[in-house]
């Protein structure tokens, strides 16, 4: 069974900088991308940060220039460097992978647990 574990999240002042880690507990047929999402209180989970097998990144707006995704797949994790944190960047963030299928409609969503992420003076 394949499982997603996230590190990284804490308590931090604004501006401040955190990176998040998730590990894919074994490898996973055909990853077709890498996402980190975030859930804040009383709010539905939103897209982060996307990175594809090709490695091509793209960001929700609100992140663009301050989070960066990357991963290391001798390791089978995928990173969320955020920098400049902001008090709405609070949330729990969920590490997801696509993938497992011979094509993308044929595979599957695989989620972690998620880390809290707090921003606050």
């Known amino acids: 069974q394949v499982q997603l574990v996230e590190s990284g999240g804490e308590m931090v002042q604004p501006g401040g900088s955190l990176r998040l880690s998730c590990v894919v507990s074994r490898s996973i047929f055909r990853i077709y991308a890498m996402n980190w999402y975030r859930q804040a209180p009383g709010k539905q989970r939103e897209f982060v940060a996307r990175i594809t097998n090709g490695g091509s990144t793209n960001y929700v707006d609100s992140v663009k220039g301050r989070f960066t995704i990357s991963r290391d797949n001798a390791k089978n994790t995928v990173y969320l460097q955020m920098n400049s944190l902001k008090p709405e960047d609070t949330a729990v963030y969920y590490c997801?992978?696509?993938?497992?299928?011979?094509?993308?409609?044929?595979?599957?969503?695989?989620w972690g647990q998620g880390t809290q992420v707090t921003v606050a003076s």
């Open positions: 997801n992978v696509l993938g497992g299928g011979w094509s993308i409609e044929e595979s599957e969503d695989y």
